[in-house]
Nanobody, 121 residues
Framework: QAQLVESGGGLAQAGGSLRLSCAASGRTFMRYAMAWFRQAPGKEREFVAAVGWNGKTTLYTDSVKGRFTVSRDNAKNTMYLQIDSLKPEDTAVYYC??????????????WGQGTQVTVSS
């Protein structure tokens, strides 16, 4: 079973960059696809990006394509989300998740506690 801890969130200006990390514990980390979801105030949790177990396949929601890059380093048991060209609408709590893959939150039984990203205009 994977336990997930996010880090790297914070306050940034529009147009800037952040890199989020998700550290996983547990020997089964490599078996899981990993994903990032986010939840803005007053909105439902939404899918952001996912990466396959070996890092070779990725999936993004349309609104972040070209600005976000998801990756993983299985040797370090860590997944990353590089966020470039930040926009105020990227403000949300970002959660990492481990599971079967895809963009449906129901496919991910393991979740981190979230890290806040706030983008000022």
């Amino acid at each position: 079973q994977a336990q997930l801890v996010e880090s790297g969130g914070g306050l940034a200006q529009a147009g800037g960059s952040l890199r989020l990390s998700c550290a996983a514990s547990g020997r089964t980390f490599m078996r899981y696809a990993m994903a990032w979801f986010r939840q803005a105030p007053g909105k439902e949790r939404e899918f952001v990006a996912a990466v396959g177990w070996n890092g070779k396949t990725t999936l993004y929601t349309d609104s972040v394509k070209g600005r976000f890059t998801v990756s993983r380093d299985n040797a370090k048991n860590t997944m990353y989300l590089q966020i470039d060209s930040l926009k105020p609408e990227d403000t949300a709590v970002y959660y990492c998740a481990a599971g079967l893959g895809g963009n449906d939150y129901r496919s991910y039984p393991h979740w981190g506690q979230g890290t806040q990203v706030t983008v000022s205009s």
